[in-house]
């Protein structure tokens, strides 16, 4: 079974297909992402039909394989041309496109310390993205709560780059 991206406007993904091998197949028996936008664009008069792979994940292939347009897409998605690759939403302005793995890069990495580091874990951060923290002072961003603080207001942690502190 091959899938199809049907494109709307803007190449925003308004539905996925799921097309027959034997639909999209050549003459010589091979599957041809053509023939098989062909018979998308016969069977539902629609012309803008994109193959995409349900084994492919920010830029990976889950299965060890070849991975095709960054990611499986789906609605509400949008297909960049230039990259050939399937996006999602850009969450953040401050968000950069990594064409590599077909998803977006906060501008700070992702904090290193994620639990109590307890074996096993008791605690984990609750880690989120502030972009009005991030647009105020370019050196923070990241921000946390613990898995484990039942306080009606919770504390929040901000992170400095290798550590959590309280704010």
Not at 25 to 30: E, V
Not at 90 to 95: Q, R
Not at 147 to 157: I, L
Request: overall charge negative.
């Amino acid at each position: 079974m091959a899938h199809y991206a049907k494109l709307g406007a803007n190449n925003k993904v308004i539905a996925v297909h799921v097309v027959a091998d034997s639909d999209c197949q050549n003459a010589d028996g091979i599957e041809d992402e053509e023939v098989g936008r062909q018979f998308l664009e016969r069977i539902h008069s629609w012309p803008l039909w994109k193959k995409t792979s349900y084994n492919t994940s920010n830029g990976q292939h889950r299965n060890g394989g070849t991975p095709l347009r960054g990611n499986y897409a789906g609605i509400g998605m949008t297909y960049d041309e230039d990259n050939d690759i399937f996006i999602g939403k850009k969450p953040f302005a401050s968000w950069t496109l990594n064409t590599s793995t077909a998803s977006w890069d906060a501008p700070i990495t992702y904090p290193s310390v994620t639990n109590d580091g307890a074996d096993p874990v008791v605690w984990s951060y609750e880690i989120y993205w502030d972009e009005a923290a991030y647009q105020a002072d370019n050196t923070k961003g990241w921000k946390a709560t613990k898995s484990n603080d039942t306080a009606e207001t919770k504390t929040v942690y901000e992170w400095n780059g290798t550590a959590w502190s309280a704010q």
